[in-house]
């Protein structure tokens, strides 16, 4: 079974689009490069602000306001407030804890039960990520020696780090505004093309030689699966951005790692198939199901690239393939006496998970479409 290796002009065009395949055109300032200048500027951008603010208001420690906007300033909207919400939370607490325990006892033990203390209260609150900040601002406050009261210095750096904040939250809105379900949306579109280049390179090791790019493709798969959870997890900060986007966006993350396993099914399947004879005998019909398979897989990145999943893909019909495939292996099955028991076990392994993988992609499509309440063609 061969896939054809060209890809059409559209679907190359698709994958320079997502930065999947590589534009020769773009020179030294690819995307990636654009984006680092963007993100350096804006991080420049915010801190400048910030202490420009908290020098303008007379908070002369106005370098803890740009400290916090470089911490927050995250590459997207949603990252930046979540950042945002573990800064603040872990400072509130810090203040109030390092203000309390500075009223009474001596150093060290005083700080030390602090710490301790804020430590275990971000704990039992389910804020662990803002544990570390509290504990640092219990250190300022309580270790850093200043000539002023006990409120004074962590009213100001409370003050300081909100305004810090606030300045991050504003340049990140206003300033090449970056959404995480945006990235996240291309993100899984990148995904999907991927993931059809590993079905593709999966496949050619049945019957036939192992792909040399195998292992590559998995780990590219694996890397892409793990930066859009980070991306769901961000857009979970961001405004939902229309009817259904964020029941989209799960379902087709889902979706994803459900062909994922299915295709690490498949290899494990196609292994030391490589001398199969039987797998001939339902040919043609199994390559033409591998084959709308593969365009199944970038028609579903061109629609979560659109975003637009009530347009079927041309010319394929993914289940009148499996039905022909069945009707071709019910028809070979009376010579099964003369192979192997392994060779017949691993095509009707490979023609399964391959039905699988096709029901998984038309559900992709269909079930986002309802999510996103847009009627069918």
Same mark, same amino acid.
């Given at each position: 079974?061969?896939?054809?290796a060209?890809?059409?002009a ?25 984006r ?21 208001? #007379? ?9 916090s ?20 939370? #872990? ?13 009474? #006892?001596?150093l ?14 971000c ?60 990235r ?41 699966m ?17 009817p ?13 790692r ?5 295709l690490?099914?498949?290899e494990?399947s ?51 393939d ?33 039905k ?22």
């Open positions: 079974m061969r896939l054809k060209n890809k059409t559209s679907q190359q065009q698709l994958a320079v689009k997502l930065r999947v395949d590589k534009d020769a055109s773009q020179g030294f300032f690819t995307w990636e490069r654009r680092l200048l963007i993100q350096a500027a804006k991080t420049a951008l915010a801190a400048t602000v910030s202490w420009w603010l908290m020098m303008s208001l #007379g908070l002369h420690d106005g370098y803890w306001g740009a400290i906007a470089i911490i927050v300033l995250q590459s997207n909207f949603g990252a930046t407030v979540s950042a945002s919400r573990d800064r603040l939370l #872990g400072t509130l607490i810090g203040a109030v804890f390092g203000f309390a325990f500075s009223l009474v #006892g001596t060290p033990w005083n700080f030390a039960f602090a710490v301790l203390t804020a430590v275990i209260a704990g039992l609150l389910g804020l662990r990520s803002s544990s570390r900040l509290a504990g640092v601002t219990i250190a300022i406050i309580m270790l850093v020696q200043v000539k002023a009261s006990y409120w004074m210095l962590p009213l100001h750096r409370v003050a300081e780090v909100f305004m810090g904040i606030v300045v991050s939250i504003v340049v990140s809105t206003l300033v090449f505004p970056d959404r995480a379900r945006l996240l949306k291309d993100g899984l579109a990148q995904e999907f093309l991927v993931l059809g280049a590993l079905f593709e390179a999966i496949l050619q090791g049945y019957s036939g030689p192992p792909a040399e790019n195998l292992s590559s493709l998995r780990e590219d798969v694996m890397t892409r793990r930066a859009n959870n980070l991306l769901m997890e961000a857009s979970r900060h961001e405004p939902a951005g229309g259904g986007w964020r029941e989209g966006l799960g379902m087709l993350s889902q979706f994803g459900s062909i994922f396993d299915a690490i099914a498949l494990y196609v292994k030391d198939s490589h001398q199969d004879a039987y797998a001939q005998q339902i040919e043609p019909e199994l390559g033409l199901l591998a084959v709308d398979i593969r365009t199944g897989f970038h028609h579903v990145a061109s629609c979560i690239h659109n975003w637009a999943f009530h347009i079927p893909p041309p010319g394929i019909s993914l289940e009148g499996i039905e022909t495939l069945e009707s071709r292996m019910n028809a070979v099955r009376p010579k099964g006496m003369e192979f192997s028991q392994a060779e017949i076990l691993r095509a009707y392994a490979v023609q399964l998970h391959l699988q993988i096709a029901r998984i992609l038309r559900a992709s499509r269909v079930e986002t479409n309802r999510a996103i309440g847009v009627s069918a063609e």
